[in-house]
């Protein structure tokens, strides 16, 4: 697929807004359009309801037309690039473009889904506004306000309709329940967060996290017990769960290996269909949250990566699987790296189920087996690498591993906050060699800048951005 085509805006008719604009509040995400008319509309008209504060805080461009929400991105990735551009003057690069950018910038990709995009939602245990204990929706306010409250999600425009149906059953489960929320951890209770995961080919997965506190096996078979009945023959039978999961959870955030996902019913994964591969999908595996606009960007890095039949992908933070499987018709073989156990699984199960025999998956922390494995290549087909990190970016020693390869002559480097930790990645993938830093490579040098919008309402982005050396 031509990368023009992939640029080619969808062919849909947007709907306006659901509600009139009101005043808005101070909400957890601040915006240059939320401040300006902050600052512009007058502040007597009437208080914003719940629902518009939830929306506010978590879709804070939902009430711009769609056109207007991808301008707004577009600026905010020419910012970046313009500071990219800017930090690497400072270390004696001449990196300034026409505008001031680092290297040219496309337009942003839209989505071609915008409203109820989401594959996953995750959703809090806390007190609502009327002062329920067990509303189950998504936070407003900030802890250092002390004016948390918990609002359903029921009007906010990302979310499917399907993750707000398990989201009120679940609510309705724990409110018919003895037991309490869990809301800190140090005053007791139980019931926590519900993550909902969906698929287009009708699957539904849900986890539900809970404190054991002081409860023994029998309680809390009990309670498990219970929730099944309660969402295979009771009122949550309505949600049609293909998964549901229950997890003992200690800590904020507790990965697999840690606390094990209990399968309470149903198949242990749920499956998705994409660029015409079939994908099985754990609990705890990443997998990108708009799955239309992710066929766009993995086509749109099949193109950008100018890969030949010889040429071997290096697919860094691999999740399940989906870039280097994708692409690996292209190419003569990919190697995926990924510190989800679980995840490394579902890419090996995925290989073998669409009948793919030139993929190889390594389990472990990046910066742990890239080092290794980078140092000792001595494969002459041209390697090309593709990384697709958390929001903290990737570790000091996977960019050195990178740096210091001669074999890699072309990355690919997928941000969904390239102003955040990625920028640090940036500049130490560009920088001048520096022996103090056991940078001894070759410096990269960005090329090209590809936004795709995998966040309508947000203003979030996926930045695709490519260098070369």
């Given at each position: 697929?031509a990368l023009?085509s992939v640029l080619r805006?969808p062919?849909?008719?947007?709907?306006p807004?659901?509600?009139a604009?009101r005043?808005?509040v101070?909400t957890?995400?601040?915006?240059?359009?939320?401040r300006?008319e902050?600052?512009s509309?007058?502040?007597?008209?009437?208080e914003?309801s719940?629902e518009?504060?939830?929306a506010?805080?978590?879709?804070p461009?939902?009430?711009l037309?769609?056109?207007e929400q991808?301008?707004?991105?577009?600026?905010?990735?020419?910012?970046?690039?313009?500071?990219l551009?800017?930090?690497?003057?400072?270390?004696?690069?001449?990196?300034?473009?026409p505008?001031g950018?680092?290297?040219p910038?496309?337009?942003?990709v839209?989505?071609?889904?915008?409203?109820?995009y989401r594959n996953?939602?995750t959703?809090?245990?806390n007190?609502?506004?009327?002062g329920?204990?067990?509303?189950?929706?998504?936070?407003v306010?900030t802890?250092?306000?002390?004016?948390?409250?918990c609002?359903?999600?029921n009007?906010?425009?990302?979310?499917?309709s399907?993750?707000?149906q398990?989201?009120?059953?679940?609510e309705?489960?724990i409110?018919?329940?003895p037991?309490?929320?869990c809301?800190l951890?140090?005053k007791?209770?139980?019931w926590?967060?519900?993550?909902?995961?969906t698929?287009?080919?009708?699957?539904t997965?849900?986890?539900?996290?809970f404190h054991?506190?002081?409860?023994?096996?029998e309680?809390?078979?009990?309670q498990?017990?219970?929730l099944?009945e309660?969402?295979t023959?009771g009122?949550g039978a309505?949600c049609?769960?293909t998964?549901?999961?229950?997890?003992?959870?200690?800590?904020?955030?507790?990965s697999?290996e840690q606390?094990p996902?209990?399968l309470l019913h149903g198949?242990?994964?749920?499956?998705?269909?994409l660029?015409?591969?079939?994908f099985?999908i754990?609990?705890?595996?990443?997998?990108?949250?708009n799955?239309?606009?992710?066929e766009?960007?993995?086509?749109?890095?099949g193109?950008?990566?100018?890969?030949?039949g010889?040429?071997?992908?290096?697919?860094?933070?691999?999740?399940?699987?989906?870039i280097?499987l994708?692409?690996?018709?292209?190419?003569s073989?990919?190697i995926?790296?990924?510190?989800?156990?679980?995840?490394i699984?579902?890419a090996?199960?995925?290989a073998?189920?669409?009948?793919?025999?030139?993929?190889?998956f390594h389990s472990g922390k990046?910066?742990?087996v890239?080092?290794q494995?980078l140092?000792?290549?001595e494969?002459a087909?041209?390697?090309?690498a593709?990384?697709n990190?958390s929001r903290a970016?990737?570790?000091?020693?996977?960019?050195?591993?990178i740096?210091?390869?001669?074999?890699i002559?072309r990355?690919?480097?997928?941000?969904?906050?390239?102003?955040?930790?990625a920028?640090?990645?940036f500049l130490e993938l560009?920088?001048p060699?520096?022996?103090?830093?056991?940078l001894?490579?070759?410096?990269?040098?960005?090329?090209?800048a590809i936004?795709?919008d995998?966040?309508?309402?947000?203003?979030?982005?996926?930045?695709?951005?490519?260098?070369?050396?």
């Open positions: 697929m023009c805006p062919r849909c008719r947007l709907r807004p659901p509600l604009p005043c808005p101070t957890t995400t601040a915006t240059p359009w939320a300006k902050k600052a509309v007058s502040c007597s008209l009437p914003p719940w518009e504060r939830l506010n805080a978590v879709t461009l939902w009430r037309p769609y056109q991808l301008q707004v991105k577009y600026e905010s990735q020419r910012k970046t690039l313009q500071t551009a800017s930090r690497l003057e400072e270390l004696g690069i001449d990196a300034q473009k505008g950018l680092c290297c910038l496309q337009p942003v839209p989505s071609p889904i915008i409203n109820g996953k939602s959703f809090s245990v007190r609502g506004p009327d329920n204990p067990k509303t189950v929706g998504l936070y306010g802890g250092r306000e002390r004016n948390i409250v609002v359903k999600a009007h906010v425009e990302n979310i499917p399907k993750h707000k398990v989201a009120q059953c679940y309705e489960f409110c018919q329940s037991l309490d929320p809301i951890f140090h007791g209770g139980h926590r967060e519900l993550m909902v995961r698929s287009r080919c009708g699957h997965m849900a986890i539900i996290t054991p506190q002081q409860l023994g096996q309680e809390l078979a009990a498990k017990a219970l099944k309660f969402f023959r009122p309505v049609a769960l998964s549901l999961y229950f997890q003992e959870s200690t800590m904020t955030r507790c697999h606390s996902y209990q198949a242990p994964h749920i499956s998705e269909e660029l015409g591969l079939r099985r754990s609990p705890d595996a990443f997998f990108q949250v799955t239309a606009g992710a766009l960007l993995y086509q749109a890095v193109e950008l990566c100018q890969a030949a010889d040429t071997v992908l290096l697919d860094i933070c691999c999740g399940t699987g989906t280097g994708s692409l690996a018709h292209r190419v073989k990919v995926g790296v990924e510190v989800v156990e679980k995840a699984e579902d090996e199960w995925n073998a189920f669409n009948g793919i025999s030139n993929c190889e990046a910066e742990a890239l080092p494995l140092a000792s290549w494969d087909r041209p390697l090309v593709v990384v990190p970016g990737l570790h000091y020693r996977v960019v050195r591993a740096r210091n390869c001669s074999a002559r990355l690919l480097y997928i941000s969904c906050k390239p102003e955040g930790e920028m640090r990645n560009c920088c060699p520096d022996p103090r830093k056991k001894a490579g070759e410096p990269f040098a960005p090329v090209m936004p795709f995998m966040f309508p309402h947000t203003v979030h982005c996926e930045l695709v951005l490519l260098f070369t050396r």
